[in-house]
């Protein structure tokens, strides 16, 4: 179990470069599955996530090389249309492989997805909607069993709200289903544009990924290509709030600012100044932060609600009152109580958390307990001054391309042991 040891209180500074998405390469690793060959994968960052869908693209029968942070997937040969329970249940996010493996194989068997930290993770809009496409499934012991009756076609899907992953099945599912498909109200991420360009570059069909609503034209087959994930936006806002706690001045490269236009309101109402060019990022922090004082997560273009956690260490230490409206998740607040252990003040009623902001936080040793949550304590002990001990570095890992490399590389004293 890894620990992260933080000497917190230094000022960090300097420039670089942002990761690939965590949440686009998840779904495109799975599309893959819809081309026969050798797809190459670029920016597609060393996570422990992405390795668990390289083990089960493996255990399909593909083949699945990484070169640094080039990914190159053959799925030619694959053999097995189902998923082990010990992977499914290691990444809830696994759920991606269902239209994918139900365009290929007509038919996929797995488990049931677990819930996680951060609450139950239902999965009834994806199969909802797939029944919708001609998919019959049947749900036993925990067991998905769904099976193509007579062909898969194409659909128009109205999602009752706008889920990432359900957008991203049916996407998958319609781009060599039979016949159109609409989907309305569409999640509108960037990862799903991502997910789109990278279909669209295999030769599907998609129209409108992005906006609410999005058009798919199934085709007869794809055919393999060569793909550049988009950056990471919750890495950058993560890397933002670290700046902003410690008085920094970094340059981030490699970011979309588009991507991140509902999160840089927030740290320019705390004070920080953020410039952009060609180049990057930019975020300057001023002495005292003010606090931001409202954030509600919504579904993009809203405020992100993976954003939550590390903003929320930033406004532990601004000035004034901060309050918190998680509308996202049921139970995304583990990292308040270890929060409240650096000194943090924070009062959590249902999905609301009120954040009354402290001249400054102490170190402490904490553990995290899901993946943004880990972000949000490294953010806080990089700001409390003296040595810090976060454990459960592991949840931190599935989603952060080594975090205490790109610290140190800024300046800052962190310790994987
Ligand atoms: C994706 O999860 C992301 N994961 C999450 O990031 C992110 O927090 C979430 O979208 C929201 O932006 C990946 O992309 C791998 P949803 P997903 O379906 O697709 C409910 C991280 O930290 N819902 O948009 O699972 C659900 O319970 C992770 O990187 C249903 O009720 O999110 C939730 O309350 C955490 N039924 C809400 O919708 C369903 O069938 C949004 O979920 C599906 C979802």
Redesign the pocket.
Known sequence: MSVFVVDGGRVLSGKVRLQGS??SS??ILAATLLCRGECVLHNCPRLS?VEASLKILRYIGCTAQREENTVIVDTDNVTRCEIPTELMHRM??SI?FLGAMIARFDRVRMSFPGGCE??????????NALREMGVEISEDHGELDCCVQDVLHGANIVLP??????T?NIMIAAATAKGATIISNA?R?P?IVDLADFLNSCGAQIHGAGESTIFIDGVDRLSPTTHAMIPDR?VAATLMSAAAVTGSDILMTGVVPSHLESVFPVFRDSGCEIEYDGEGVRISAPYRLQSPKLIRTM??PGF???AQAPVMSMAAVADGMTVFVEN???SRYSHVSELCRFGADIRVEGKVAVVDGVKRLLSANVRAQD??GAAALVVAALCARGQSEISGIEYLER?YEELELVLSSLGADVKKI
């Not at 951060?118 to 994806?126: A, E, M, N, S, V």
């Not at 709200?161 to 359900?166: D, F, H, K, M, T």
Request: charged content about 25%; overall charge negative.
């Open positions: 965590k949440n998840l779904p996530d809830r996010s991606i951060l609450g139950p993770r239902p999965i009834d809009l994806h199969l709200l706008p889920s990432v992953g359900a991203e999640a991420e990862e919750i579904p993009y992100p609600t993976d996202m998740f049921l993946l943004r989603g």
